[in-house]
């Protein structure tokens, strides 16, 4: 059943099963579910590489492998947005309190938040790097699963499908990991007493901002991970 949806033979039906849930659970972006389904994957697959003996099952594996590190990827992603979220919470505070702070600990406290907001940017570049790299291993992956495939004398794969939406996820995560960041640069901004008395914040209510403006940040950040998981999901199934 899950092996047929990634067209691999079905002696890899239980690696298939935890792939196939570790992705729906990405799409209903239950990010720990995702992290333990990819480590029940990576246990199952292991145990199947010590098998295999064909350029066939080789080349099934490597094309499980290949779509186990697309979902890698945008798991990191979705860490990237949960970290804008902390962000912006913590933001939240300091805005409130940085702005009404006594002279004795406004310095103390503008520290802290300096210190925190530069975790978290570390966290969101970190994250990027890391969805780079295993956005390049699917291409790689898949790459070696199609000359496994045509070796083997199988046309009836996804091995160059999954290479396309590595490379597309490749190309496109510099853009998403750019953005978190600029996003967390507007975040950090420190609004002025005139800002709050006027009401208005970098063109936003002090009520929006406040309360959360940036979910239409996350929601840019997010969406391309969603349609992407989606794309997938459909190619997979096909």
Same mark, same amino acid.
């Given at each position: 059943m899950y092996a047929e949806t990634f067209r691999v033979q079905g002696w890899l039906e239980t690696p298939a099963k935890w792939l196939r849930w570790a992705m729906q659970s990405l799409t209903a972006r239950k990010l720990d579910d995702v992290r333990y389904n990819l480590g029940q994957f990576w246990t199952t697959i292991a145990a199947a590489k010590a098998q295999a003996v064909s350029q066939l099952q080789w080349a099934d594996i490597l094309t499980l492998d290949s779509q186990s590190q697309? *979902?890698?990827? @945008?798991l990191y992603q979705n860490d990237q947005s949960d970290q804008l979220k902390s962000? @912006? &919470?913590l933001m939240t505070s300091r805005n409130i309190v940085v702005p009404f702070s006594a002279p004795e600990i406004l310095g103390a406290a503008v520290t802290y938040f300096a210190t925190e907001t530069a975790v978290i940017r570390s966290k969101i570049a970190s994250l990027g790097e890391g969805a780079g790299a295993a956005f390049k291993a699917q291409i790689s992956l898949a790459n070696q699963a199609a000359e496994a495939y045509r070796k083997a004398g199988n046309t009836n794969n996804q091995a160059t @499908?999954?290479? *396309? !939406?590595?490379?597309?996820a490749s190309t496109g995560n510099a853009a998403n990991t750019a953005e978190a960041l600029r996003q /967390? %640069? @507007?975040?950090?901004?420190?609004? #002025?007493?005139? =800002?709050?008395? #006027? &009401? =208005?914040?970098? %063109?936003?209510? !002090?009520w929006a901002w406040? %309360? %959360?403006?940036a979910t239409i940040a996350l929601l840019v950040v997010t969406a391309p991970t969603v349609l992407m998981a989606s794309q997938v999901v459909r190619? /997979? *199934? /096909?």
């Open positions: 697309w *979902t890698l990827g @945008n962000l @912006n &919470g @499908n999954s290479a *396309t !939406v590595g490379g597309y /967390a %640069g @507007n975040m950090e901004k420190v609004p #002025t007493l005139a =800002d709050l008395l #006027t &009401g =208005d914040f970098f %063109g936003l209510p !002090v406040l %309360g %959360g403006a190619k /997979a *199934t /096909a």
